[in-house]
């Protein structure tokens, strides 16, 4: 059964870092490639990093030179790191492969003075 369990997020203050961690299970997780999106509530879901089998990555604009997304296969699990927070960085952070049809329940970013 696959299970996808974010955490670390948190209240941060402009220009501070989180590192969010998402655990996998139930799925051949080095047979897919991975993803981050945020989601503000009235707002769409976005793709904020993208990280292929092998390691290959791609960031959206916002977030290029701030944000880093990583994997470790032997242990099934994704991270993002997240360096100098804006207040726009504010949402729900989620992990996901393409492929999947269910959202788990994500780990809240608050980024605020």
């Known amino acids: 059964q696959v299970q996808l369990v974010e955490s670390g997020g948190g209240l941060v203050q402009p220009g501070g870092s989180l590192r969010l961690s998402c655990a996998a299970s139930?799925?051949?997780?080095?047979?897919?490639?991975m993803s981050w999106y945020r989601q503000v509530p009235g707002k769409e879901r976005e793709m904020v990093a993208y990280?292929?089998?092998?390691?290959?990555?791609t960031y959206a604009d916002s977030v290029k030179g701030r944000f880093t997304i990583s994997r470790d296969n032997a242990k099934n699990m994704v991270y993002l790191q997240m360096n100098n927070l804006k207040p726009e960085d504010t949402a729900v952070y989620y992990c996901k492969a393409p492929q999947f049809r269910d959202w788990g329940q994500g780990t809240q970013v608050t980024v605020s003075s």
């Open positions: 139930g799925f051949t997780f080095d047979s897919y490639h």
């Open positions: 990280i292929s089998l092998r390691g290959n990555t």
